[in-house]
Protein backbone atom coordinates (compact mmCIF):
# COMPACT_ATOMS: atom_id res chain seq x y z
CA UNK A 1 0.00 0.00 0.00
CA UNK A 2 1.73 3.21 -1.03
CA UNK A 3 1.04 6.31 0.95
CA UNK A 4 2.72 8.50 -1.10
CA UNK A 5 3.36 8.44 -5.02
CA UNK A 6 4.98 9.86 -7.74
CA UNK A 7 3.43 8.83 -10.73
CA UNK A 8 6.12 10.40 -12.93
CA UNK A 9 9.25 8.29 -12.98
CA UNK A 10 11.07 11.73 -15.16
CA UNK A 11 10.64 14.57 -16.36
CA UNK A 12 12.84 16.59 -18.95
CA UNK A 13 12.88 20.22 -19.40
CA UNK A 14 14.83 23.20 -20.89
CA UNK A 15 17.37 25.31 -18.64
CA UNK A 16 15.46 28.18 -17.82
CA UNK A 17 12.08 26.83 -17.58
CA UNK A 18 9.99 26.05 -15.23
CA UNK A 19 10.13 22.22 -13.36
CA UNK A 20 7.06 21.21 -12.00
CA UNK A 21 6.80 17.42 -9.71
CA UNK A 22 3.85 16.29 -8.64
CA UNK A 23 3.08 13.90 -5.40
CA UNK A 24 -0.36 12.86 -4.32
CA UNK A 25 -1.11 10.37 -0.98
CA UNK A 26 -3.72 8.55 0.54
CA UNK A 27 -3.18 9.12 4.31
CA UNK A 28 -5.54 11.79 5.52
CA UNK A 29 -3.05 11.66 8.53
CA UNK A 30 -0.09 13.49 6.95
CA UNK A 31 0.12 16.85 7.97
CA UNK A 32 3.36 17.71 6.81
CA UNK A 33 5.35 17.38 3.83
CA UNK A 34 8.64 17.42 2.34
CA UNK A 35 10.81 17.46 -0.69
CA UNK A 36 14.24 15.89 -1.20
CA UNK A 37 16.77 16.28 -3.94
CA UNK A 38 19.30 13.06 -4.48
CA UNK A 39 22.39 12.57 -6.51
CA UNK A 40 23.11 8.31 -6.94
CA UNK A 41 24.89 7.12 -3.77
CA UNK A 42 24.23 10.03 -1.50
CA UNK A 43 21.89 11.18 1.32
CA UNK A 44 18.75 12.92 0.09
CA UNK A 45 19.21 16.51 0.59
CA UNK A 46 16.57 18.60 2.43
CA UNK A 47 14.68 21.53 0.02
CA UNK A 48 11.61 22.63 1.03
CA UNK A 49 8.97 21.50 3.39
CA UNK A 50 5.22 22.85 3.97
CA UNK A 51 2.77 22.41 6.91
CA UNK A 52 -1.15 21.08 6.20
CA UNK A 53 -2.04 24.47 7.43
CA UNK A 54 -0.33 26.07 4.53
CA UNK A 55 -1.21 25.99 0.83
CA UNK A 56 1.88 27.26 -0.38
CA UNK A 57 5.93 27.84 0.46
CA UNK A 58 8.70 29.61 -0.98
CA UNK A 59 12.61 29.52 -1.14
CA UNK A 60 14.54 31.16 -3.62
CA UNK A 61 13.58 29.07 -6.74
CA UNK A 62 11.48 26.36 -4.99
CA UNK A 63 7.67 26.52 -4.08
CA UNK A 64 5.79 24.02 -2.93
CA UNK A 65 1.60 23.64 -3.40
CA UNK A 66 -0.42 21.94 -1.01
CA UNK A 67 -3.90 20.99 -1.74
CA UNK A 68 -5.20 19.32 1.15
CA UNK A 69 -8.91 18.66 -0.50
CA UNK A 70 -7.10 16.69 -3.62
CA UNK A 71 -4.41 15.30 -1.31
CA UNK A 72 -1.78 16.57 -3.65
CA UNK A 73 1.19 18.80 -4.06
CA UNK A 74 3.87 19.92 -6.28
CA UNK A 75 7.48 21.21 -6.16
CA UNK A 76 8.46 24.18 -8.63
CA UNK A 77 11.35 24.90 -9.71
CA UNK A 78 11.69 28.58 -11.87
CA UNK A 79 14.25 29.31 -13.44
CA UNK A 80 15.73 25.39 -13.77
CA UNK A 81 19.75 24.56 -13.94
CA UNK A 82 21.65 22.11 -15.52
CA UNK A 83 22.41 21.24 -11.55
CA UNK A 84 19.09 20.97 -10.70
CA UNK A 85 19.08 17.44 -12.75
CA UNK A 86 18.74 14.67 -9.58
CA UNK A 87 16.09 12.45 -8.13
CA UNK A 88 13.24 13.98 -6.23
CA UNK A 89 11.68 12.72 -3.55
CA UNK A 90 8.34 13.83 -1.84
CA UNK A 91 8.06 13.19 1.64
CA UNK A 92 5.28 13.00 4.68
CA UNK A 93 5.07 12.74 7.78
CA UNK A 94 2.90 12.91 10.89
CA UNK A 95 0.38 10.19 10.59
CA UNK A 96 -0.94 10.09 14.03
CA UNK A 97 0.61 9.17 17.24
CA UNK A 98 3.38 7.15 18.35
CA UNK A 99 3.90 5.74 14.13
CA UNK A 100 4.62 9.05 13.40
CA UNK A 101 7.98 9.71 15.64
CA UNK A 102 11.22 10.30 13.19
CA UNK A 103 9.00 8.44 9.99
CA UNK A 104 9.19 9.80 6.88
CA UNK A 105 6.75 7.90 4.20
CA UNK A 106 8.26 8.76 0.76
CA UNK A 107 7.40 8.68 -2.64
CA UNK A 108 9.26 6.53 -5.32
CA UNK A 109 11.18 9.42 -6.37
CA UNK A 110 10.75 11.55 -9.73
CA UNK A 111 14.31 12.06 -11.73
CA UNK A 112 14.59 15.45 -13.40
CA UNK A 113 16.79 16.45 -15.92
CA UNK A 114 17.68 19.77 -17.32
CA UNK A 115 19.35 20.20 -20.41
CA UNK A 116 21.54 22.97 -21.16
CA UNK B 1 28.35 22.67 11.81
CA UNK B 2 29.18 19.29 11.17
CA UNK B 3 26.68 17.11 9.00
CA UNK B 4 25.17 13.50 9.49
CA UNK B 5 27.77 11.19 9.33
CA UNK B 6 27.84 7.80 8.40
CA UNK B 7 30.60 5.08 8.77
CA UNK B 8 31.87 3.21 6.92
CA UNK B 9 30.31 4.29 3.16
CA UNK B 10 30.46 0.49 1.94
CA UNK B 11 30.63 -2.75 2.88
CA UNK B 12 30.88 -6.10 1.64
CA UNK B 13 29.78 -9.08 3.41
CA UNK B 14 28.93 -12.39 3.11
CA UNK B 15 25.97 -14.13 3.34
CA UNK B 16 24.89 -15.33 7.03
CA UNK B 17 27.44 -12.68 8.68
CA UNK B 18 26.47 -9.50 10.66
CA UNK B 19 27.35 -6.14 10.07
CA UNK B 20 26.92 -3.55 12.16
CA UNK B 21 27.24 0.54 10.84
CA UNK B 22 27.11 3.69 12.95
CA UNK B 23 25.59 7.05 12.11
CA UNK B 24 26.98 10.38 13.91
CA UNK B 25 23.92 12.96 13.94
CA UNK B 26 24.13 16.63 13.74
CA UNK B 27 25.11 18.39 16.92
CA UNK B 28 22.29 19.03 18.83
CA UNK B 29 19.62 16.38 17.46
CA UNK B 30 18.40 14.33 19.72
CA UNK B 31 16.34 11.54 17.18
CA UNK B 32 18.05 9.55 14.65
CA UNK B 33 15.81 7.36 12.55
CA UNK B 34 17.51 4.49 9.97
CA UNK B 35 16.13 3.83 6.45
CA UNK B 36 17.17 1.24 3.75
CA UNK B 37 17.00 2.34 -0.05
CA UNK B 38 16.76 -0.46 -2.72
CA UNK B 39 15.76 -0.29 -6.70
CA UNK B 40 12.77 -2.28 -6.08
CA UNK B 41 11.23 -0.78 -2.33
CA UNK B 42 12.09 2.77 -2.21
CA UNK B 43 13.48 4.48 0.57
CA UNK B 44 11.73 2.61 3.74
CA UNK B 45 11.79 3.49 6.95
CA UNK B 46 13.33 0.47 9.65
CA UNK B 47 13.03 2.47 13.22
CA UNK B 48 13.80 5.71 15.28
CA UNK B 49 15.65 6.74 18.39
CA UNK B 50 15.37 9.18 20.74
CA UNK B 51 17.04 9.17 24.28
CA UNK B 52 18.70 6.24 24.15
CA UNK B 53 15.28 4.70 23.38
CA UNK B 54 13.09 3.05 20.38
CA UNK B 55 9.93 5.11 19.58
CA UNK B 56 9.11 3.84 16.27
CA UNK B 57 9.69 0.94 14.29
CA UNK B 58 8.59 -0.30 10.73
CA UNK B 59 8.08 -3.55 9.27
CA UNK B 60 11.43 -4.84 8.82
CA UNK B 61 12.64 -8.62 10.81
CA UNK B 62 14.18 -8.77 13.80
CA UNK B 63 17.64 -9.38 12.42
CA UNK B 64 17.29 -5.12 11.96
CA UNK B 65 18.17 -3.96 15.29
CA UNK B 66 19.54 -0.15 16.62
CA UNK B 67 20.51 1.79 19.50
CA UNK B 68 21.40 5.11 20.74
CA UNK B 69 24.44 5.78 22.97
CA UNK B 70 23.85 8.90 25.38
CA UNK B 71 25.76 11.25 22.90
CA UNK B 72 22.85 10.35 20.17
CA UNK B 73 25.05 8.95 18.41
CA UNK B 74 23.62 5.41 16.79
CA UNK B 75 24.40 2.13 15.46
CA UNK B 76 22.22 -0.27 13.34
CA UNK B 77 22.87 -4.06 13.61
CA UNK B 78 21.78 -6.70 10.82
CA UNK B 79 22.22 -10.04 11.59
CA UNK B 80 22.40 -13.14 9.40
CA UNK B 81 22.95 -11.08 6.07
CA UNK B 82 20.78 -12.11 3.53
CA UNK B 83 21.23 -11.04 -0.23
CA UNK B 84 18.19 -9.20 0.15
CA UNK B 85 19.80 -6.68 2.60
CA UNK B 86 21.86 -5.39 -0.19
CA UNK B 87 21.24 -2.00 -0.34
CA UNK B 88 21.92 1.71 0.49
CA UNK B 89 20.98 2.18 4.42
CA UNK B 90 20.69 5.81 5.12
CA UNK B 91 20.42 7.72 8.56
CA UNK B 92 18.67 10.80 8.93
CA UNK B 93 18.41 13.37 12.65
CA UNK B 94 16.18 15.83 13.40
CA UNK B 95 15.88 17.72 16.72
CA UNK B 96 12.98 15.94 17.76
CA UNK B 97 11.84 13.45 15.68
CA UNK B 98 8.55 15.20 16.02
CA UNK B 99 6.00 15.01 13.07
CA UNK B 100 6.58 18.49 11.68
CA UNK B 101 10.53 18.48 12.01
CA UNK B 102 13.08 18.44 9.17
CA UNK B 103 14.91 15.46 8.49
CA UNK B 104 18.57 15.75 6.87
CA UNK B 105 20.22 12.80 6.41
CA UNK B 106 24.09 11.15 6.01
CA UNK B 107 26.09 10.02 2.78
CA UNK B 108 24.73 6.54 3.33
CA UNK B 109 26.22 3.07 3.72
CA UNK B 110 26.13 0.67 1.28
CA UNK B 111 26.12 -2.64 1.84
CA UNK B 112 26.59 -5.03 -0.70
CA UNK B 113 25.91 -8.91 0.37
CA UNK B 114 27.40 -11.49 -1.81
Known amino acids: DQQVKQNSPSLSVQEGRISILNCDYT??????FLWYKKYPAEGPTFLIS?????DKNEDGRFTVFLNKSAKHLSLHIVPSQPGDSAVYFC???????????????FGQGTILTVHP | KAGVTQTPRYLIKTRGQQVTLSCSPI?????VSWYQQTPGQGLQFLFE?????QRNKGNFPGRFSGRQFSNSRSEMNVSTLELGDSALYLC???WGGGPNTEAFFGQGTRLTVV
Open chain 2, 92 to 94: ASS
Open chain 1, 27 to 32: NSMFDY
Open chain 1, 50 to 54: ISSIK
Open chain 1, 91 to 105: AASGAGGGTSYGKLT
Open chain 2, 27 to 31: SGHRS
Open chain 2, 49 to 53: YFSET
